[in-house]
């Protein structure tokens, strides 16, 4: 090859830029921090800070470190960028590659022949096992010239997948780049059909918000909310591949782990509790300690008696409960104000005391005994306890709230004896949740994104809504996956539970994940479960590889089993989809038939490649070949139709490259048939 061979020269180029890493990361570890931590808490966290970076500094074999590159017209003289996911330089620190979350970066993903954004030329990489082995160019100077599609980019799409989720920096689309580079300010709520990279963009939308905001989202921090632990570990390492290693992972009862969940509550019931008019009960509850005084404080300092009337003391409460503060800060607040009229009549008697003497007043005993009388301390975890156990104490803050019937629903059939006996629902840990941040401020984040939104009941959302309530959120879902009885029928309402009622909504429409006769076949549900939703489009050009067979009763294990050999005969995952309780019956099938399988969220990997999923953690998860055992039974698992309908919906929408449905029983009319 010659020294003016482009591929050439672009090697040369990725060989030094890997050098002048292991150079910067060299640097880092030979820094001694004894001369400048000044103490021993100082220099752990700068030792951690130190380990941070030199993990972000390491050079992953299988992660290119460029991706692609631009050509400026005019900037700087027509300077050249490397686009990666880390910043990279030389010694005397020119870049070599610059971070794809840099302005410069931008154009690569947004830049278009209409509009060029000054640059003459992108140009995308290609790689094979880190071996940089091909380029493609677009020439954006010519306006009139077709937008082409690139090789590069279907490839990178049509990838098979092999184990956890990957970043998407070499190939996000415009539209999804404008909702990863929006402003912090703002909270963007986008509604997508499944695949179309609404998970990628919340994770890839955290990483850009750290890198125009490190030291801001450092103080504050970050989290991303995902469905359960099973989806969590399928993401978890997007964003540490993209540099970021603080963001903290969760799912909504994680956040509000105040009680061990050991209950579960009728669809009805859990309605209710997850209804916003609860947290209005609640409010009412906990303000229902607080009484009128109707006795004078009196106190005592050395010869002298002062005394503040009744009267005076109402005034204080009023006041306080008039403003809005929570409940236990306004406790908080009470014996000094108390203090605060004992120090006016010393005053008025002429004497002359200072805030040390406020300070001794508010902690006499009479104060204190005043205050519990008046003010008394709230344990939210008791309160919930009593409103869903005494029926009397409910009726008093429900009233003209709840129905007498919905009262009814949500009392505990057996009022439970104590907190660590009663046995607390997802529900009701939401509720003392609720009840906690009426006493206390929840320290809010700077930024959280919401992953499957769709399945939060407004009570859920209110508890994430208090954890950005000073930040700004990122709120995915799609409300045809909504499979909760409490699924948000739209996203101004969640908007508006969550706090962030004025958010912009987007959607998402270009499937990245599902074939498109998958989709179609799925989409036959829409008119049914979302109806007034598009259908998404899917922009891989691989033909998908897609079957519904039936199968004669007491064959249907069988032939499942056999349907997983033959799709494990190729290459990528293969996730075997069943209702959870067709689950047991099948990992014996399996077993049988000596096919090894993992539970949904395990790593696969070349060796390991089938993981049996029970259709209640679909959600979110994505495999090669998707075999699907028996739609009716899935949709039965549900408590009614619709919701059993959505569950399918969940399940056909897995597949990145082939389906194969299996069914013994008739498959529901809904699916059977093309909708007109
Ligand atoms: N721009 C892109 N380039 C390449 N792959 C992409 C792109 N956007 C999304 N993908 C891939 O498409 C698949 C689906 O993405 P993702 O899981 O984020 O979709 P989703 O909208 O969250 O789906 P669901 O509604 O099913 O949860 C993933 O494998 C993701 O990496």
Redesign the pocket.
């Known amino acids: 090859m010659s020294a003016h061979d482009p591929l050439a020269l672009e090697r040369s180029h990725l060989a030094a830029s890997r050098a002048a890493l292991r150079a910067m990361r060299a640097d880092v570890e030979a820094l001694d921090i004894k001369d400048v931590a000044a103490n021993w808490v100082n220099a752990r966290v700068l030792e951690r800070q130190m380990e941070e970076r030199i993990t972000a500094l390491a050079d992953l074999a299988d992660t290119p470190l460029f991706f692609g590159r631009l050509d400026y017209e005019t900037h700087a003289a027509g300077t050249t960028f490397h686009i990666g996911r880390r910043h990279v330089h030389d010694a005397d620190g020119d870049p070599m590659v610059v971070d794809w979350r840099a302005p410069v970066s931008q154009p690569f993903y947004r830049a278009s022949a209409k509009e060029p954004m000054d640059v003459r030329r992108r140009r995308r990489f290609g790689y094979t096992g880190g071996e940089l082995t091909a380029y493609e160019d677009e020439d954006l100077t010519d306006a009139s010239a077709g937008a082409r599609s690139s090789r590069l980019l279907q490839a990178?799409?049509e990838r098979p997948?092999v184990g956890p989720?990957?970043d998407?920096v070499a190939?996000?689309?415009p539209e999804?780049d404008e909702i990863v580079r929006a402003g912090i300010g703002g909270t963007v709520c986008v509604q997508?059909a499944?695949?179309?990279?609404?998970?990628?963009?919340g994770l890839h939308r955290v990483a850009y918000l750290l890198y125009a905001h490190r030291e801001r989202l450092a103080r504050t921090g970050t989290l991303v909310i995902g469905p359960n632990a099973s989806f969590l570990r399928y993401i978890e390492q997007v964003l540490p591949a993209l540099g970021e290693l603080n963001v903290a992972q969760a799912t909504v009862d994680d956040l509000v782990a105040h009680v061990e969940v050991r209950g579960t509550d009728s669809p009805d019931a859990a309605r209710i509790k997850g209804d916003a008019r609860m947290a209005e009960v609640l409010r009412r509850a906990v303000r229902s300690g607080v009484t009128m005084p109707v006795e004078p404080v009196v106190v005592v300092r050395g010869s002298r008696r002062w005394r503040v009337p009744a009267y005076e003391l109402e005034e204080i409460v009023r006041e306080l409960l008039a403003r809005d503060i929570r409940y236990g800060a306004a406790r908080e607040a009470l014996p000094q104000r108390i203090a605060h009229a004992v120090l006016v009549r010393m005053e008025e008697a002429g004497e002359a005391p200072d805030d040390r003497v406020q300070d001794a007043v508010a902690r006499t005993p009479a104060v204190k005994a005043a205050v519990r009388a008046v003010w008394p301390a709230v344990d939210p975890v008791k309160l919930v306890l009593r409103l869903l156990s005494d029926a009397a104490f409910l009726a008093e803050h429900a009233e003209g709230v709840l129905s007498a019937e919905e009262q009814r629903t949500i009392l505990w059939a057996k009022p439970a004896r104590g907190p660590k006996s009663a046995k607390w629902s997802a529900a009701d840990a939401v509720l003392i949740d609720e009840a906690k941040d009426l006493v206390t401020r929840t320290p809010s984040l700077g930024h959280v994104v919401l992953d499957?939104a769709q399945d939060l009941s407004p009570m859920q959302y209110r508890a994430v809504g208090r954890r950005c309530a000073t930040g700004s959120a990122t709120v995915?879902g799609?409300i045809a996956?909504g499979t909760t009885p409490w699924a948000t029928p739209g996203w101004r309402e969640a908007l508006a539970h969550l706090g962030k009622p004025d958010a912009a909504v987007e959607e998402l429409t270009q499937g990245?994940?599902v074939p498109r006769e998958v989709i179609a076949y799925a989409s036959r549900l829409l008119p049914a479960i979302a109806p007034g939703l598009a259908e998404a489009t899917s922009v891989r050009e691989a033909a998908g590889d897609f079957a519904v067979r039936p199968v004669g009763l007491g064959e249907l294990d069988a032939a499942v089993v056999a349907a997983c050999r033959a799709v494990l005969a190729r290459e990528g995952s293969v996730g075997l989809i069943a209702a959870d309780a067709r689950i047991p019956a099948l990992a014996e099938a399996l077993a049988e038939a000596g096919l090894a399988h993992l539970a949904p969220g395990e790593e696969t990997s070349a060796a390991a490649r089938l993981t049996l999923v029970p259709a209640s953690l679909a959600?979110?998860l994505?495999y090669d070949h998707v075999v699907l055992d028996e739609p009716a039974a899935i949709v039965a698992g549900e408590p009614d139709g619709r919701t059993g309908l959505r569950r399918l919906y969940v399940a056909l929408?897995r597949a990145v490259s082939g389906l194969t449905v299996l069914h013994a029983e008739p498959l529901p009319r809904e699916l059977a048939q093309a909708s007109a």
């Open positions: 990178e799409i997948r989720m990957r998407i190939t996000i689309q999804q997508g499944p695949g179309t990279g609404k998970t990628a963009v499957e995915l799609d996956q990245f994940r959600k979110g994505e929408t």
